[in-house]
Nanobody, 125 residues
Framework: QAQLVESGGGFVQVGGSLRLSCTAS????????IAWFRQAPGKERKFVSV????????HYGDSVKGRFTVSRSSDTNTVTLQMNNLKPEDTAVYYC??????????????????WGQGTQVTVSS
């Protein structure tokens, strides 16, 4: 079983940047594909980005392409989401999620086994 710990949320003005981190632990030697989702009040949880276990493959949601960049550290279980040119519509609770399924990168939240506690990102205009 994996545990996910997120950090890095906060308050920022339009056009600013934030960096979120997610560290997975609990199953050493078994790296995870890690995704980011976000959920605004009253709305469904939406896909933001996912990165493969090797870090070589990445996907982004249409609304964040060109602004957000996902990467992972050499130990493969710490993932960073760099968010630039933030907009008010990026305001949400951001969650990281992990999947132990190899060679498949899911964009649906229902495919992920493990979740972090969430971190609030607020973009003010």
């Amino acid at each position: 079983q994996a545990q996910l710990v997120e950090s890095g949320g906060g308050f920022v003005q339009v056009g600013g940047s934030l960096r979120l981190s997610c560290t997975a632990s609990g199953r050493t030697g078994s790296p995870y594909a890690i995704a980011w989702f976000r959920q605004a009040p009253g709305k469904e949880r939406k896909f933001v980005s996912v990165i493969s276990t090797t870090g070589f493959t990445k996907h982004y949601g249409d609304s964040v392409k060109g602004r957000f960049t996902v990467s992972r550290s050499s130990d493969t279980n710490t993932v960073t989401l760099q968010m630039n040119n933030l907009k008010p519509e990026d305001t949400a609770v951001y969650y990281c999620a992990a999947s132990s399924v190899m060679n498949v990168l899911y964009t649906s939240p229902f495919e992920y086994e493990y979740w972090g506690q969430g971190t609030q990102v607020t973009v003010s205009s």
